[in-house]
Structures are given as C-alpha cells and as structure tokens.
C-alpha cells in the first residue's frame, strides 16, 4: 500500500510490515497501525511511524546499544497481550528526543519503552514502576562531559 507521509513523503508499506498497537502509545491512542522505517546513516535510529496519521512518527533507538545495564521486565500480562513466547520474538525500543541543540543533546525515554513482537506483529509502550531510569536519559553523556570540560579551561 502506498502511503503519503509528511517525513519520507510517498511510501510503499508491505501489508506484513504494518504493526498493530491495540493500544494505541500514551497521548496517540486513537492510532493502532504503525510500521518501521530503519534510518539508513544511523542504523541504530529506526523510525516508528503512523500508518494513520501522516504526520506522526517517533524516533526509536535501541537501548542497550546505549545504556549498560538497562534491563526491562515486563509483566506476564504483557506478554499474553502481546502474545510473547520466546524473547527473540520482540525487540525492545526506547523513544528518543533530538532537540533544536542537536543530536549531541539527545535524549531516550527508558521508562516507557516500545516493545514490538515482530512475529506477530503487536506493539505497545509500557511504562516501567519502580526503576532506576528517567524519560530523558542523554545518549551521548561523555561527549557533554567532554564538551564541558573544555568550556571550563
């Protein structure tokens, strides 16, 4: 099917590519169809966008590329909702902020990871209890430290 989006203007999406989120995410929960469009100069970017709503698409990365030691456990309820069976089922997401400053200053939210069961082609974002994480965790934290240091002489 093709598909007209504000980001990547006319897109051909597969009918298997498309990603049911029965959900909807947090603040977007009339949309329930999405699918990935990897960002081919930083394949650790992929972007999660609205098969609905042209205008809608979050930047995703992959956490653990990221944070050593980031760990997400979900809840048996998750996975029957999301009809989990083996974890090399699903792939785990985090949602990323690069503001105006630039990509130096990115963030990723690890408290509300997307998590897809791409066999079965199910979506959703969980929101983490009791963690150590925050919703804007800087990706590049040594290159601001440096950056810092340097300001400071």
């Given at each position: ?5 504000t980001?990547?203007g006319s897109i051909e ?18 949309l ?9 100069e ?27 030691g ?8 998750i996975?029957k909702?999301l ?26 939210n ?10 079965k082609r ?7 209890q009791?963690?150590?994480?925050g ?13 810092r ?5």
């Amino acid at each position: 099917m093709k598909l007209e989006t504000t980001r990547f203007g006319s897109i051909e999406v597969p009918e298997d590519k498309i990603i049911e989120f029965p959900w909807g995410i947090p603040g977007f929960e009339n949309l329930k169809k999405f699918f990935l469009v990897p960002v081919e100069e930083a394949p650790f970017f992929t972007w999660l966008q609205s098969f609905e709503d042209p205008n809608v698409a979050f930047l995703l990365v992959d956490p653990f590329l990221f944070f050593e030691g980031y760990e997400v456990e979900l809840t048996e309820d998750i996975r029957k909702e999301l009809e989990i069976e083996d974890r090399k089922d699903i792939i785990i997401q985090a949602v990323t902020n690069i503001p105006k400053s630039g990509v130096e200053n990115a963030t990723a939210n690890l408290v509300g990871p997307i998590i897809i069961n791409v066999r079965k082609r199910l979506g959703r974002q969980v929101i983490l209890q009791d963690v150590p994480y925050g919703v804007k965790h800087l990706l590049f934290p040594k290159k601001r430290e440096r950056d810092r240091r340097i300001a400071a002489g």
